[in-house]
C-alpha cells in the first residue's frame, strides 16, 4: 500500500491541517527502466495556496482537484 496526502477541501482563507488527508491506496507497479522513492517529508511553500484554489491553474501546473495527492515540482 501507499499512503498519500490528498487535498480533502479547496481552502478558504488560511491553509490548515483540515484541508489535506492522509489515505492509503494500492502502490501502482514500478515499469521497467523506473524507480519508487520514499518521501519522507512534505513542505509546502507558499506559492501553492494558488493551485489549491478552486477553479485554480495556469500555464505551469494544473489546479489541485479535491481527493488528488497533493502536487508537487521536482
Not at 27 to 35: H, M, R
Not at 54 to 59: I, R, S, Y
Amino acid at each position: 500500500m501507499n499512503q498519500a496526502i490528498v487535498l480533502s477541501k479547496h481552502p478558504v482563507g488560511k491553509v490548515t491541517e483540515s484541508d489535506f488527508q492522509l489515505v492509503e491506496r494500492p502502490s501502482l507497479p514500478c515499469e521497467e527502466g523506473f524507480f519508487r522513492t520514499k518521501n519522507m517529508w512534505l513542505s509546502l511553500d507558499a506559492g501553492f495556496r494558488h493551485w489549491m484554489a478552486e477553479g485554480a491553474g495556469d500555464n505551469y501546473l494544473p489546479g489541485m482537484q479535491i481527493g488528488d495527492p497533493v502536487q508537487g515540482v521536482v
